[in-house]
């Protein structure tokens, strides 16, 4: 168990709103003291040095064990999520076999124990048997295992019918359907947001109209299944275009029951980085070669994601959303590929991003560029995804409570690193951010009491 002083620190603590300088100290794992510092005594201490917060929540994670342990492993995937200062990581089910069985999950939990790790391991069941979209998978059972939702993320739920009965059963367990909206009647053979970059690139179009059609079908069932099931719940992950973010906008506003996430590379990076143009989203304008902003070979394999990257408008919206309450989470949608799967022409590679180390940084280069306060980009990334989870899978509480079992986070914003082969723990290196140099390094994550990631 961890012993552990920090002084002199910027505190933040998202379930109370407060935030500053003060004093942590942590004994045998239990967070004994916190003390806020006042007057003389905070002298010199601002919120761009060493920030302490709860650890962080990631509701979508892809750690690739069972099936493809060369991508990533329950274990490189833990030490990578504890590099990225994640202490409760939620695993999406499209391993292979696909988590739509018990003996699955209880799989990954032997894995997720035996790599000694302190994060926190949950995961979703499908919704679907094996994924196939077919039938509803063994709802109840998975249910009674423990999983924390259910979802064939990597695939939407494409039928309307299936969906309305996944939301019954979850809603009747108390649990969310997690669901990647996507029409594939529209994606197929997509590679890139459908725009002026992939027109000029000679990219097929991926429109927006496939995500936010997806999603209008999903709040339409889910109208009408709260009627006879109240507790039933909706979470839309990794939502991308404005369109999108409108409808759910406008749904909680109706009252419905649905939450969402966007994720860090959908609020800082767009498809001008398919052209070559490396600047966040919220430096660039409208023409990556008209505004001279090209730094690199076009058709970079590591940008192909789903959803994809989108226009510059789609990415402020995202920024609005996090914002404004209608995006509840910053979610990773960490992705990693082998190389094998990614370093391949740019429409043959596989769709993903491993994000779980750089979430952070690309949030802070947000909050650095003065779009997001510094409370509310921590609030996204812990008591935002805690409250979509529920008590039943944060029984702790994601704040800075004296006397709790130490779940921490202890970054220093004013070190940079940079994103390397080296310095990713994941096993996936595919990632557009490579060579790129981001702010707040990751000193300490704890997680449970124990040291999950040390620089030390
Ligand atoms: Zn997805």
């Known amino acids: 168990m961890t012993d552990l002083d920090i002084s002199r620190a910027w505190l933040v603590d998202p379930a109370t709103g407060r935030e500053g300088p003060g004093d942590v100290v942590v004994r045998d794992g239990r967070l004994e003291a916190v003390t806020w510092l006042e007057a003389a005594d905070a002298e010199g201490i601002d919120e761009r040095g060493v920030v302490v917060a709860p650890g962080f929540i990631d509701l979508h994670a892809h750690f690739r064990e069972p099936g493809n342990e060369d991508a990533e492993t329950i274990a490189s995937g833990l030490a990578a999520a504890a590099h990225g200062g994640f202490t409760t990581v939620c695993l999406m089910p499209n391993t292979t076999p696909a988590l739509d ?3 699955v999950l209880a799989r990954v939990r032997g894995a997720a124990e035996a790599s000694g790790s302190p994060v926190r391991t949950l995961a979703y069941g499908a919704v679907t048997a094996g994924r196939a979209g077919e039938t509803l998978a063994a709802l109840g059972e998975l249910a009674d295992a423990g999983v924390a939702g259910f979802s064939d993320d990597g695939a939407p739920v494409g039928s309307a019918a299936l969906l309305r009965s996944a939301l019954a059963y979850a809603g009747g367990v108390g649990l969310a359907v997690v669901d990647h909206a996507e029409d594939a009647a529209q994606t197929a053979g997509a590679e890139a947001n459908d725009g002026f970059v992939a027109t000029v690139l000679g990219l097929r179009g991926w429109p927006a ?4 059609a997806a999603v209008a079908r999903d709040l339409a069932i889910l109208a009408e299944v709260v009627r006879d099931v109240p507790a039933a719940r909706l979470h839309l992950t990794h939502l991308s275009t404005a369109g999108s973010l409108d409808l759910v906008r406008r749904a909680k506003a109706a009252g419905l029951p649905v939450t969402c996430d966007v994720t860090p590379h959908h609020l800082a990076l767009t498809d001008e980085w398919l052209a ?12 990556p070669w008209g505004d001279g902003a090209i730094t690199a070979a076009p058709f970079d394999p590591s940008l192909r994601v789903n959803p994809p990257l989108r226009a510059l408008s789609d990415a402020a919206a995202c920024r609005e959303a996090l914002l404004d309450g209608t995006a509840d ?14 370093e391949v022409e740019f429409g043959l590679a596989a769709n993903g991003i491993s994000g779980i180390e750089t979430a952070l940084g690309v949030l802070l280069a947000a909050v650095d560029a003065g779009l997001v306060p510094l409370l509310r980009a921590i609030e996204l990334l812990t008591t935002g995804p805690a409250g979509v989870l529920g008590r039943r899978f944060v029984d702790r509480s994601v704040g800075l409570v004296e006397g709790a079992a130490a779940d ?4 220093d914003r004013s070190e940079a690193w940079t994103v390397s082969d ?3 723990v994941s096993r996936g290196t595919n990632t557009p951010l490579l060579g790129r140099s981001l702010p707040g390094r990751v000193l300490a994550t704890i997680a449970d009491g124990r040291v999950a990631w040390s620089t030390d």
Request: aromatic share 8%; net charge negative.
């Open 101 to 103: 069985d018990p003996a």
């Open 209 to 212: 109209a496939a995500e936010e």
């Open 276 to 287: 070559g143009a490396r600047r966040w989203a919220w430096e660039a304008t409208s023409d």
């Open 329 to 342: 989470a910053v979610a990773t949608d960490h992705a990693p590929h082998t190389q094998v799967d990614k």
């Open 408 to 411: 921490l986070v202890v970054f």
């Open 422 to 424: 080296e310095t990713l």
